[in-house]
């Protein structure tokens, strides 16, 4: 069945330095989403983004999905204490949305 | 507008007793789902609502959870009986089915342990 990745796990970065993480699906994908998970809390809307080569922007984040349509990548730059959480893929094959494995983001002071 | 609510918001459970979780989604989203979220890892989905039917429970262990949305608003989510890898956040998320864009909206979440 399919199944998304992300990479890193885990990513430690001093607050001001940039941030990716990459997502892949092992199968082409209609659209894709991405979340936001704070500690303690629940997943939280970022953007989705549906057209191949699609890049879009949200202030200091940057979402982009490959021209296959089947990996995405989300850049941070210039990274903030208030970016800690942990960062989610969310892939859409026929009907229905796959998560990815997630990326838990430290940013350190 | 009013978010996803979710109860009990914590439930501590032996292994082999029985759980019931609720979610009431946001007025007038159609789409439910209910996602079971293990400590370290993304929200797997367990089971897709579209009003009152059923979309997708590929993911559902049927022998011991089920799950129901009566009249397509509030639904249930139970486990009987619970084993102790049932251990888990499970979260509610609605969406509004009419449109393109299925942003899911989700619920705080019942984090249950089975001991």
């Known amino acids: 069945g399919q199944q998304v990745m992300q990479i890193p796990q885990y990513q430690h970065v001093q607050e001001g330095e940039d941030f990716t993480t990459y997502c892949n699906s092992s199968t082409t994908l209609s659209n894709i989403q991405w979340y936001k998970q704070r500690p303690g809390g629940h997943p939280v809307f970022l953007i989705q983004?549906?057209?191949?080569?699609e890049v879009k922007k949200q202030k200091r984040l940057t979402f982009q999905f490959g021209e296959a349509k089947k990996n995405s990548s989300l850049h941070i730059t210039a990274t903030q204490t208030t970016d800690v959480g942990t960062y989610f893929c969310?892939?859409?094959?026929?009907?229905?949305?796959?998560f990815g494995t997630g990326t838990r983001l430290k940013v350190l002071a | 507008e009013a978010g996803v609510a979710q109860s009990p918001r914590y439930k501590i459970i032996e292994k082999r007793q029985s759980v019931a979780f609720w979610c009431n989604p946001i007025s007038g989203h159609a789409t439910l789902y209910w996602y079971q979220q293990i400590l370290g890892q993304g929200p797997k989905l367990l089971i897709q609502f579209q009003n009152n039917g059923v979309v997708d429970d590929s993911q559902l262990p049927k022998d011991r959870f089920s799950a129901e949305r009566l009249k397509g608003v509030d639904s249930t989510l139970k486990i009987q009986p619970a084993k102790l890898e049932d251990s888990a956040v499970y979260l509610c998320?609605?969406?509004?089915?009419?449109?393109?864009?299925?942003?899911?909206?989700f619920g705080p979440g019942t984090r249950l342990t089975v001991t």
């Open positions: 969310a892939g859409r094959g026929t009907y229905k949305y796959i």
């Open positions: 983004l549906v057209k191949s080569g």
């Open positions: 998320a609605s969406s509004r089915a009419d449109r393109e864009l299925y942003e899911q909206y």
